[in-house]
Nanobody, 114 residues
Framework: QVQLVESGGGLVQPGGSLRLSCAAS????????MAWYRQAPGEQRELVAS???????NYVDSVKGRFTISRDTAKNMVYLQMNSLKPEDTAVYYC????????WGQGTQVTVSS
């Protein structure tokens, strides 16, 4: 069983930055493609970014050029650097594998507002 713990969220003004962290513990298999998701109130959870074991990354169009996903496989950590934040980025952010193989963590709230 793998446990996921997200952190790093908060309240930030438009144009600001945040760095989210995801710690995975338990029987972690490093070959998984890891991903960040987000869920805004009243919306479905959506895939934001993913990163393969070899480092290949993919992003949803709305965050391209603003968000950067990275991973430290030795530490079982995944990060999401978010720059030039917009109000529409407001959501609870979660990490998981690309196939959503593990139980969800509690997420971390990101609020972009002036």
């Amino acid at each position: 069983q793998v446990q996921l713990v997200e952190s790093g969220g908060g309240l930030v003004q438009p144009g600001g930055s945040l760095r989210l962290s995801c710690a995975a513990s338990g029987r972690v298999f490093t070959s998984y493609i890891m991903a960040w998701y987000r869920q805004a109130p009243g919306e479905q959870r959506e895939l934001v970014a993913s990163i393969a074991f070899g480092g290949n990354t993919n992003y949803v169009d709305s965050v391209k050029g603003r968000f950067t996903i990275s991973r430290d496989t030795a530490k079982n950590m995944v990060y999401l650097q978010m720059n030039s934040l917009k109000p529409e980025d407001t959501a609870v952010y979660y990490c998981n594998t690309l196939t959503r193989a593990w139980s969800w963590g509690q997420g971390t709230q990101v609020t972009v507002s002036s």
